[in-house]
């Protein structure tokens, strides 16, 4: 192979290493870390009472939801048996976090009064009537003036809002008893509610999402009696007429303090079941008929355990975890260089540069998807330098066979690396299908081992072709190279053996 493609190679692969490297320090992306590194709170959640499989599944999705919600770095819910255990890595108010999770919640229904734009939404057009009820009308789009944000934004949906009621107002907000203002959770609206008029449990536990007329429903039935229907068909009422209690015909559904869908009312009451239509995709229907099926967290919980992790701990094990890694890197490159001499400082430049590429590519993770770095990833990243070691091992050792065998430097590296990179293929490849089943089967801190195992062999791969390779390859061209005892053993000037 002539030089110029071996020096491309390199190049490139160290421009994009170091321009990776760079680019993140510049966006100010550093690794996140995980609770045993930066401390945290760990909560562990015993079920009390009788509860089914799905019910505790979907109360894991309710509670990964809220702790999304307060912005925790790569939370991690685990359901171990019937026990979940939620660790919240690096969480500055504990006490809310704890609350958070702790909550059973409820699901509310109020009349909607008025809808504006979220002042801390920034787009301006948003969602009108999201989803019907009974009639099924499509979703529309409006454009409303957006109002100034925080308290201001209660005053001015409260102030456009007509109404002939004496109820006293609240002279802070403005509002009058029992209102108040309620984020949409993915509409980009605020909703002026009234107040709650029934809960949840107006619904029996066997809402499902359906196919009607080619497109997707929530279909929820009610409960008999003045707990279920009764209570349902005065609200629905009062809303259908559309007075000054519920000027928009909607209905609030609300979890956790958040507008989940706004429906139009277009009946005056409804037998034994509802049906809420409108733009859903089959993802939003099934959510929605779980708000509906379940309410709020389905399963009952006892006091739940909680367990702090100071982050005076977590950076004890960080650093000895860096400590350790470093002493084993720093005797293995010791070794190298007895056993291979000059050759033990592509090693050097080959670490670097997967390293450099590991940073980048977890620091860019942990920005975007909310990937943080565990103790059991740091290992995984240590156990894979030794995969990385062992590469060059077989390289050189092939190329040593050759040396002692009477070949020049230059022809043993490129008979080396063909010979070398099957094995290197075929042993990373091994190790990449371990870490992925150790990824698919477990969950936690194993999880995070095999994440890392995985990442870090796939940077060997790539190291392993378009670094080490063209780097040997270039030096076993150069006279310096070709003198001496560079391998430990004094190669021969002539080939004895053709190639």
Known sequence: MSRRPLLFSLIGIVLLAAGLFGGNLYAGNTPSLGLDLQGGASVTMTPKGTYDADALTVAVDI???????????????????????????????????????????????????????????????????????????????????????????ARHIAAETTTTSTVPTDPVTGLAEGQTVLPGRKDGLIYLVGPAEATGEVFSNDSAAEV?????????????????EDQWNALAGKCYAGGAECPTKQIAIILDGEVISAPVVQAP?????????????????????????????????????????????????????????????????????????????VVVGGLTVSGLLLWSVISWLSKTNGLALTLSGVAGIIVSIGVTVDSYVVFFEKIKDDVQSGRSLRNSAARGFESAWRTILAADTV?????????????????????????????????????????????????????????????????????
């Open 212 to 228: 009607s007329n080619g497109a997707w429903v929530v279909v929820a039935q009610l409960k008999s009696g003045e707990a279920g």
């Open 269 to 345: 009451s409804f037998d034994n079941s509802v049906q809420i239509s409108g733009s859903f995709t089959e993802k939003e229907a099934n959510e929605l008929a779980r708000v509906l099926q379940f309410g709020a967290v389905p399963v009952q919980f006892d006091i739940p355990t909680v367990q702090t992790v100071s982050a005076t701990l977590g950076k004890d094990s960080l650093k000895a975890a860096i400590i350790s890694g470093l002493i084993g890197v720093l005797l293995v490159l010791v070794f190298l260089l007895f056993y291979y001499r000059i050759l033990a400082l």
């Open 63 to 153: 509670i990964r939801q809220r702790v999304d919600s307060i912005g925790v770095s790569e939370p991690e819910i685990i359901r171990q048996g019937d026990t979940v255990v939620v660790n919240l890595p690096g969480v500055k108010d504990q006490q809310q976090a704890l609350e958070l999770v702790g909550r059973t919640g409820a699901v509310e229904m109020r009349p909607v009064i008025r809808m504006a734009d979220n002042p801390n939404n920034t787009t301006t057009t948003v969602a009108g009537s999201t989803t019907t009820t009974i009639a099924g009308a499509d979703k529309t789009s409006t454009t409303l003036a957006q109002p100034t944000g925080g308290l201001g934004s």
């Open 431 to 499: 190790s990449f299908i371990g870490a992925l089943i150790l990824w698919w089967l477990t969950v936690g801190s194993v999880r995070g081992f095999a994440f890392f195992l995985g990442l870090s062999t796939l940077s060997d791969i790539v190291v392993s072709y378009f670094f080490t390779r063209p780097t040997v390859l270039l030096l076993a061209r150069t006279k310096f190279m070709n003198k001496g005892r560079v391998l430990g053993v004094a190669p021969s000037t002539t080939e004895a053996v053709s190639s």
